[in-house]
Each structure stands twice: as structure tokens, then as C-alpha cells.
């Protein structure tokens, strides 16, 4: 599984918002040292109010323009759950729906790491920096814009080109790889839309505007969802199979899913006109500022590449999984999905909050800063995914009996699939963490850090995760997967951790494991209580949809309960922030 929806911050290099202090000590959150009393004269009251007022407006604003994204990424993650869902129903968890998350494997990397935040966070840091410039950067982003296009349509076109090498490599069965690479025509071209969407995305945050590119993928995915009733409406087999599949449903599956991203990238160009861009093909590469954007995009392509390789083995083991019998790629995206809906309604919100902030601090060198905004980052983003984390591990089976359960998707791959989100569950925070690292240092410009450290991070995925295939029946290959995955984010935190306190120095631990560690108790207790519900109704009522549905909603709700009065109890001062930003928002926006 790769990384990979997404409030205006004004956040840009002229942001007249007030930042933190950089003089707070290394070991203290802005609004902790706002607080200290040792402070006596007139002049120190005064900097300190005026330390704790935008110690206030720093932590509130990432919170609350964090939450308004985070509402529009659960929409749009709703949405894709929803798309999942339908086409399982449609395709089922077999051949069919093994070769089309197969044929989709390249698109959905690529949309993981560019739209969830690879190439928006190299574009970011220089789209802010050029908005110093005299037209306040339009002919640094035309000149970035049109060799991006190139470079997208290049690369799309030898992906087209190479489709059969690709699936060859993955699919065994004749059969099956013909399916496979039929299907990869058809979908690879999702990869230069992808690319466009991230491209646009980029240029309206540096420029203050979060809506459209937050809510654009959810026209993707209903115009997906749409596909798919246009499939089962064609004349075919209601459980097609690689031999019966029509010409037609072949089309209409493909051209419809592609043409889902194109919307997607197509929604983002009114958005454009209206904050004043103008497009404009300019091909005068030559100057020293834009040197940097390849040097950055270089590394950044190297670390695209090392997880490619790493997709493409995974993505294979899954598959020799499901030809031997067990679950295979279409269990694996299910289990995914889940996995990318926790992590992309918070930390990508989050991570896109905090990146431009990131980037006007470190492009003062105000490293401080940097370090403050991490370390709230990856609290905050603690907050939610650290009881979601307890959630999916107490409630994965009965959620995938409620969700995917329907149709062709049958009773014996929900229950595989639940076991899935048993294990991906526990790379749900190491890999926030990682990510949290990887766009700090985007943000100051440093792309070759995390481009090397995750060439042992994939080796040690790849490592485990064949091992595993090698030791495990094909019933639970899946399962190994994603448990070699979340070891894979595990370490890269560790090592990405090094790296960054090697460059910042504090990252402020203390205060980072005070509140996870008080998190962990929070969420052990939500968890083992809502584990306790969730099977006395499955035990009362049986494995079936009935006993799935009721178990989720009862074990859910005294899970989240539980979760709010251990959180209160134990005084973790985030939970508490959270819900006040959410609460308030909501209530403003219902004029209370």
C-alpha cells in the first residue's frame, strides 16, 4: 500500500498572520511557553500576551481550517468508499475485480502520491517562494505548468506503451493477463489527469483557495459509481469472468473510470480563473530558479520510482494470492481503502494545512517554527488515528460484513477483508508520522532525504512481505502484507525522525509522547469495550449481515463514547481543542 483527499490558511510567504515565536524554548509548544510566569516586567507582559495570542491564532487556525478540509475529505472519502463498495458488488473479489485493482494499480499510486501530497509538496514551497517575485510568481507557475504537461504526457504515453511488460509481470495466466492488460490501456491514461489535478491543486493553496480541489474528487467518484450502473445494465454475465466478459462492459468499465479522473482534473480549471490565473504555454526552462524544481522533482521522481517497484511486487504477491485460492488485489484495495479514508480525512488535511506554513518558515529559516508545527501536526493527527486505529482493530469484521458485503462480493471475502483492516490498522499512525516528516522536509526544500531513506524503508517492506508469501497459506497472504507494511512505516518514522532531529534539533518528544501515550490508555479502553459489545451482538445474532451491521453500530458508539470520557479523564488537552474547533465551526455556520 502506497501513500494516498483533501479553509483558506493564507498561508503564503506575505501571510500577515501572526506565527509562533521563535524564541520559545526547544521543549515548549508555543501555547505552553505563552503560559510561563516568570515573567515580571511590563514590556515581558506584554510579549508574552502578544506570545499567547498568536500561539492561539497558530494552533486554532491549523485546527479549524484542518477541520473544514477534513469535512470535505470525508465527503469525497465517503463517496470512494461508496465507489469501492458498488464496483465489489458489481465485479466481485474474484478474477474479474482481481484484474481491474490490478490494471488500476499505476493510476491509484500515482494518485496517492501526487494528490495525497508528493507533488503538491514539491510544487508548494516553490510556488510560495515565486509569489515574491514582481507578477507575484505567474510566469514561474506557467513555466512549472507546461513543463509538468510534458513531462505527464510523456510519461503516460511510454506507461501506455509498456502496459503489456507491466501486466506481464504481475499476471501469470494467459487468460487473465490479457484481461489485465486490455483493462491498463484503458486506465493508464488516468495517470496525466492525476498528474493535472495534483498540478491545479497546488497552484489554488498557494493562492488560498482549498474548496475545489477538496471537493473535486468527489465527482470522480460518482461519475464512477454511475459506471458501474451502466455496467450492470449492459447485456453480460451478472458475474463476469476474464472468458465472458463483453466488449462492451470492458469499455464502459475503463473508459468510465478514466474519464471519472479527467472530470476530476477538469472540475479544478473554473477554480483557476476565478483566483485570476491564466494559463499560458511558456517553454524558456533555462533560469537558475527553476533549476531548483528539477533538482527537487528529481528526487522526488527516485522516490516515486522506489515505491513503484514496491506496489508493483506487493500488488503481484496479492495476485499469485488470489490464483491460488485466497483473497487477492480486490480484498487488498478494500482493506486499502479503509486504511487511506482514516488517514486521508485527517492527516492529509492536516498535512495540507501545514504545509505552506511550513514552507514561509523554513523559507525565513525559522527552523523553530518549522519543529513547532511538526510536532503539533503529528498530535493532532494522533487524535483521531489513534482511536481509529483501536476502532478498525476491535470492529474490522463486522465494518467489512456492513460495507463490502453486497452483491457479488461474497461473505467469505468480507470476512478476509475484515482480517485485512484488523492489520492495517496498525501502520495507521506510524504512517501519519512519516508523512508528517516526509512534507517537512519538502517544505524546506529538501527532497533528497526522503527520497534515500525510503529506499531501505521499501527494501524492508519487500523483505518482509515475501517472506510472509513464502510462509503463510494463501487464505492470510493479504493479511501478511499488510502487517509487512505497517513495519515498513514503522521504521520509516524511526528513520525519518533521526533525519529530522539532526536538521531542527527538539522536536518536542516529550510533549509528542505525554499525549500519545495517554492517547494509547484512551484507546485500549474504547477498544476492548467496544470489542466486548461488538461480539456479544455477533455471538446474539450471528456473522451475518444483521449480527455485522448491529455489532458496528453498537461497538462503534460505546467505542467512541468510551474514547471522549477516557480522553477527558486523562486530560489530553488535544481531544478537548478539537472538538471545541469542530463545535465552533458548526455552530457559526448555523449562526448561533
Same mark, same amino acid.
Given at each position: 500500500?502506497?501513500p494516498?483527499?483533501?479553509v483558506k490558511?493564507g498561508?503564503?510567504?506575505?501571510?500577515?498572520?501572526?506565527?509562533?515565536?521563535?524564541?520559545?524554548?526547544?521543549d515548549?509548544m508555543?501555547e505552553v511557553?505563552?503560559?510561563?510566569?516568570?515573567?515580571h516586567?511590563?514590556?515581558?507582559l506584554?510579549s508574552?500576551?502578544?506570545?499567547?495570542?498568536?500561539a492561539?491564532?497558530?494552533?486554532?487556525?491549523?485546527?479549524?481550517?484542518?477541520?473544514?478540509?477534513?469535512?470535505?475529505?470525508?465527503?469525497?472519502?465517503v463517496?470512494?468508499?461508496?465507489?469501492t463498495?458498488?464496483l465489489g458488488a458489481?465485479?466481485?473479489?474474484?478474477?474479474?475485480?482481481?484484474?481491474?485493482?490490478?490494471?488500476n494499480?499505476?493510476?491509484?499510486?500515482?494518485?496517492?502520491?501526487l494528490?495525497?501530497?508528493?507533488?503538491?509538496?514539491?510544487v508548494?514551497?516553490l510556488?510560495?517562494g515565486?509569489?515574491?517575485?514582481?507578477?507575484g510568481g505567474?510566469?514561474?507557475?506557467q513555466?512549472?505548468?507546461?513543463l509538468?504537461?510534458?513531462?505527464?504526457?510523456?510519461?503516460?504515453?511510454i506507461?501506455?506503451?509498456?502496459?503489456?511488460?507491466?501486466?506481464?509481470?504481475?499476471?501469470?495466466k494467459?487468460?487473465d493477463?490479457?484481461?489485465?492488460?486490455?483493462l491498463a490501456?484503458?486506465?493508464?491514461p488516468?495517470?496525466?489527469?492525476?498528474?493535472?489535478?495534483?498540478l491545479f491543486?497546488?497552484?489554488?493553496n498557494?493562492?488560498?483557495?482549498?474548496a475545489?480541489?477538496t471537493?473535486?474528487?468527489?465527482?470522480?467518484?460518482?461519475?464512477?459509481?454511475?459506471t458501474?450502473?451502466?455496467?450492470?445494465?449492459?447485456p453480460?454475465?451478472?458475474?463476469?469472468?476474464?472468458?465472458?466478459i463483453?466488449?462492451?462492459?470492458?469499455?464502459?468499465?475503463?473508459?468510465?473510470?478514466?474519464?471519472?479522473?479527467?472530470?476530476?482534473a477538469?472540475?479544478?480549471?473554473?477554480?483557476l480563473r476565478?483566483?485570476?490565473?491564466?494559463?499560458?504555454?511558456?517553454?524558456?526552462?533555462?533560469?537558475s530558479?527553476?533549476?531548483?524544481?528539477?533538482?527537487?522533482?528529481?528526487?522526488?521522481l527516485?522516490?516515486?520510482?522506489?515505491s513503484?517497484?514496491?506496489?508493483?511486487?506487493?500488488?503481484?504477491?496479492a495476485?499469485r494470492?488470489?490464483q491460488?485460492?485466497?483473497?487477492?488485489?480486490?480484498?487488498y484495495?478494500a482493506?486499502?481503502?479503509?486504511?487511506?479514508m482514516?488517514?486521508?480525512?485527517?492527516?492529509v488535511?492536516i498535512?495540507?494545512?501545514?504545509?505552506?506554513r511550513?514552507?514561509?518558515?523554513a523559507?525565513?529559516?525559522?527552523?523553530?517554527?518549522?519543529a513547532h508545527?511538526?510536532?503539533?501536526?503529528?498530535?493532532?493527527?494522533?487524535?483521531?488515528l489513534?482511536?481509529?486505529?483501536a476502532a478498525?482493530?476491535?470492529l474490522?469484521?463486522?465494518?467489512?460484513?456492513?460495507?463490502?458485503?453486497?452483491?457479488?462480493?461474497?461473505?467469505?471475502?468480507?470476512?478476509?477483508?475484515? !482480517?485485512? *483492516?484488523?492489520?492495517v @490498522? %496498525?501502520?495507521?499512525?506510524?504512517? #501519519?508520522? &512519516?508523512?508528517?516528516?516526509?512534507?517537512a522536509?519538502?517544505?524546506?526544500?529538501?527532497?533528497?532525504?526522503?527520497?534515500?531513506?525510503?529506499?531501505?524503508?521499501?527494501v524492508?517492506?519487500?523483505?518482509?512481505?515475501?517472506?510472509?508469501?513464502?510462509?503463510?497459506p494463501?487464505h492470510?497472504?493479504?493479511?501478511?502484507?499488510?502487517?509487512?507494511?505497517?513495519?515498513?512505516?514503522?521504521?520509516?518514522?524511526?528513520?525519518?525522525?533521526?533525519?529530522m532531529r539532526?536538521?531542527?534539533g527538539?522536536?518536542?518528544?516529550?510533549?509528542?509522547f505525554?499525549?500519545?501515550?495517554r492517547?494509547l490508555?484512551?484507546?485500549v479502553?474504547?477498544?476492548l469495550?467496544?470489542?466486548?459489545?461488538?461480539?456479544?451482538?455477533?455471538e446474539?445474532?450471528?456473522?451475518g449481515?444483521l449480527g455485522?451491521?448491529?455489532? !458496528?453500530? *453498537?461497538?462503534?458508539? @460505546? %467505542?467512541v463514547?468510551s474514547?471522549? #470520557?477516557a &480522553?477527558?479523564?486523562?486530560?489530553?488537552?488535544?481531544?478537548?481543542?478539537?472538538?471545541?474547533?469542530?463545535?465552533?465551526?458548526?455552530?457559526l455556520?448555523?449562526?448561533?
Amino acid at each position: 500500500m502506497t501513500p494516498v483527499d483533501h479553509v483558506k490558511l493564507g498561508t503564503v510567504a506575505t501571510d500577515s498572520k501572526p506565527r509562533p515565536d521563535p524564541t520559545v524554548g526547544d521543549d515548549e509548544m508555543p501555547e505552553v511557553a505563552a503560559q510561563r510566569t516568570d515573567v515580571h516586567s511590563p514590556e515581558e507582559l506584554a510579549s508574552a500576551a502578544t506570545q499567547a495570542a498568536r500561539a492561539t491564532s497558530w494552533s486554532s487556525g491549523i485546527a479549524r481550517h484542518s477541520s473544514v478540509m477534513a469535512l470535505g475529505s470525508l465527503v469525497s472519502r465517503v463517496t470512494g468508499f461508496a465507489r469501492t463498495a458498488i464496483l465489489g458488488a458489481v465485479l466481485g473479489a474474484f478474477a474479474v475485480g482481481d484484474s481491474y485493482q490490478v490494471a488500476n494499480t499505476l493510476p491509484n499510486m500515482v494518485y496517492e502520491l501526487l494528490i495525497g501530497g508528493v507533488l503538491a509538496s514539491v510544487v508548494v514551497p516553490l510556488l510560495v517562494g515565486a509569489r515574491r517575485d514582481a507578477d507575484g510568481g505567474e510566469a514561474y507557475i506557467q513555466r512549472l505548468l507546461t513543463l509538468a504537461v510534458l513531462l505527464l504526457a510523456a510519461a503516460t504515453i511510454i506507461a501506455v506503451l509498456a502496459a503489456p511488460l507491466i501486466t506481464s509481470l504481475v499476471a501469470t495466466k494467459t487468460e487473465d493477463r490479457h484481461l489485465v492488460t486490455l483493462l491498463a490501456y484503458l486506465l493508464i491514461p488516468e495517470l496525466f489527469f492525476y498528474g493535472i489535478a495534483a498540478l491545479f491543486g497546488a497552484v489554488l493553496n498557494t493562492r488560498g483557495h482549498f474548496a475545489a480541489p477538496t471537493w473535486a474528487p468527489i465527482l470522480n467518484n460518482l461519475s464512477i459509481i454511475v459506471t458501474a450502473g451502466i455496467f450492470v445494465a449492459l447485456p453480460g454475465p451478472a458475474l463476469p469472468t476474464p472468458s465472458t466478459i463483453t466488449t462492451d462492459q470492458l469499455l464502459v468499465l475503463g473508459l468510465g473510470t478514466t474519464f471519472g479522473v479527467a472530470l476530476q482534473a477538469a472540475a479544478l480549471w473554473p477554480a483557476l480563473r476565478r483566483v485570476g490565473f491564466r494559463w499560458r504555454w511558456r517553454f524558456d526552462f533555462g533560469n537558475s530558479s527553476f533549476t531548483e524544481a528539477g533538482r527537487l522533482a528529481g528526487w522526488m521522481l527516485c522516490y516515486v520510482g522506489v515505491s513503484q517497484v514496491s506496489v508493483f511486487v506487493v500488488m503481484a504477491l496479492a495476485y499469485r494470492a488470489g490464483q491460488a485460492g485466497g483473497p487477492g488485489p480486490a480484498v487488498y484495495e478494500a482493506a486499502s481503502l479503509m486504511f487511506m479514508m482514516a488517514h486521508g480525512i485527517i492527516a492529509v488535511s492536516i498535512i495540507t494545512a501545514l504545509l505552506p506554513r511550513m514552507s514561509a518558515a523554513a523559507a525565513e529559516n525559522k527552523t523553530k517554527d518549522v519543529a513547532h508545527q511538526l510536532s503539533f501536526g503529528i498530535r493532532l493527527s494522533s487524535v483521531i488515528l489513534m482511536p481509529a486505529t483501536a476502532a478498525y482493530m476491535a470492529l474490522g469484521v463486522p465494518l467489512a460484513i456492513a460495507a463490502f458485503q453486497w452483491g457479488n462480493f461474497s461473505s467469505d471475502r468480507a470476512q478476509s477483508t475484515g !482480517l485485512a *483492516i484488523v492489520a492495517v @490498522a %496498525l501502520g495507521l499512525v506510524p504512517f #501519519a508520522v &512519516s508523512q508528517l516528516q516526509t512534507f517537512a522536509f519538502y517544505a524546506m526544500r529538501d527532497t533528497k532525504t526522503p527520497a534515500l531513506i525510503n529506499i531501505p524503508v521499501v527494501v524492508i517492506r519487500l523483505f518482509v512481505d515475501i517472506v510472509l508469501f513464502l510462509s503463510l497459506p494463501a487464505h492470510y497472504v493479504v493479511i501478511g502484507l499488510m502487517i509487512g507494511n505497517a513495519v515498513s512505516y514503522a521504521v520509516a518514522a524511526a528513520l525519518l525522525t533521526l533525519a529530522m532531529r539532526r536538521r531542527l534539533g527538539s522536536l518536542h518528544f516529550g510533549r509528542i509522547f505525554q499525549t500519545l501515550a495517554r492517547l494509547l490508555l484512551a484507546s485500549v479502553i474504547a477498544g476492548l469495550i467496544g470489542w466486548g459489545l461488538a461480539f456479544s451482538c455477533t455471538e446474539l445474532l450471528g456473522g451475518g449481515k444483521l449480527g455485522g451491521v448491529m455489532a !458496528l453500530g *453498537i461497538g462503534g458508539s @460505546a %467505542l467512541v463514547i468510551s474514547f471522549v #470520557a477516557a &480522553s477527558v479523564f486523562l486530560r489530553v488537552q488535544e481531544v478537548s481543542q478539537f472538538v471545541q474547533t469542530v463545535t465552533r465551526k458548526f455552530a457559526l455556520r448555523r449562526g448561533l
